[in-house]
């Protein structure tokens, strides 16, 4: 049991920074690569009296590109997870998913949550599990709002994934074969003392939660 837990904790973080690498490499492929092209066109293009209008779009695109190679040098110096923490590592998750456009995120921290608690190994394999269930959700939800809440019930750490999505059969989930996803999540929820239970209402989205003993 000890080694399957440091063996998690391990793939744990390495999941974490392949992600994070994903991230970078799409951001840049897809998005700065595109920006920093255009403006090259446009440059080559210009007359010998620039118009001020035409400066100052190009200027706007260049900022953008700036503002972007900021965002990924600063993924790039926190790719390690406990550099910035649970919640920072959290926030810059649901950050680069409202960067897309395509949806809205939202996190919520209970005042009386204390995350610090948390053992530096557990928190690891918490984050990836509430990562992997917003992964699952952005496959599958067919969603544009997902919420995070974070609070305690009963002495438990109780972290709750909600979105608007086109919800499912839990019965299904009973079955055989609940999926890659699901099944990390639950695996990952009985090495480090943790439930998931998850509400589900189709046309009407899922709530997954995840009660975790906080002492």
Excluded: P
Excluded at 118 to 138: A, F, G, H, P, W
Excluded at 174 to 193: C, D, H, M, P, Y
Aim: glycine letters at 4%; a negative charge.
């Amino acid at each position: 049991m000890k080694n399957r837990f440091e063996q998690t904790i391990i793939k744990s973080q390495l999941e974490i920074q392949n992600q994070t690498l994903n991230y970078i490499g799409s951001e840049i492929h897809d998005d700065t690569a595109q920006v920093v092209y255009l403006s090259m066109l446009r440059i080559a293009h210009l007359k010998e009296k620039v118009d001020e209008k035409e400066k100052e779009e190009i200027y706007n695109f260049l900022k953008k590109v700036w503002n972007d190679l900021r965002n990924i040098s600063h993924s790039l110096i926190n790719n390690n997870f406990h550099q910035i923490g649970f919640i920072e590592s959290l926030e810059q998750l649901l950050h680069n998913i409202n960067k897309t456009g395509k949806y809205q995120s939202f996190l919520v921290i209970d005042e009386d949550v204390n995350l610090d608690i948390l053992d530096k190994s557990v928190d690891v394999i918490l984050y990836r599990m509430i990562q992997e269930v917003i992964n699952n959700t952005l496959k599958h939800a067919a969603c544009d709002t997902i919420h995070v809440n974070i609070g305690k019930i009963n002495q438990q750490l109780k972290v709750e994934i909600k979105d608007n999505g086109i919800g499912f059969n839990t019965e299904d989930i009973k079955q055989e074969n609940t999926g890659v996803g699901l099944n990390n999540i639950f695996s990952r929820a009985k090495l480090i003392n943790a439930t998931v239970h998850i509400n589900s209402i189709i046309n009407q989205g899922t709530t997954i939660t995840i009660l975790l003993n906080s002492k």
